[in-house]
């Protein structure tokens, strides 16, 4: 994503360390929009809540958390 789109960002909520991660573990992200909408004080932009799981190479869940993100909104068309 370009740097100008990043900006600010709102930060990450609940992050949990569920499993301990050796060297040499594969991991894969596995993420999934919760909630979007267009920010009330900056209507060029939107509000995307994102639930982010981390898995190892046995797809066991070693981190979870949710991401708040501030991103430049499309026009539509």
């Known amino acids: 994503m370009p740097e100008r789109q990043q900006r600010r960002q709102p930060g990450i909520d609940a992050l ?13 992200i596995r993420a999934t929009v919760r ?11 939107g509000l995307v ?18 991401a708040m993100n501030l991103l430049r909104v499309r026009d539509a068309g």
Request: charged content about 35%; cysteine-free.
């Open 16 to 28: 949990r360390w569920t499993r301990p991660v050796r060297p040499g573990d594969r991991l894969s």
């Open 49 to 66: 809540h994102t639930d982010v799981e981390v898995l190892n190479q046995h797809d066991a869940t070693v981190l979870t958390l949710t």
């Open 35 to 45: 909630a979007a909408r267009r920010s009330r004080s900056k209507p060029d932009r």
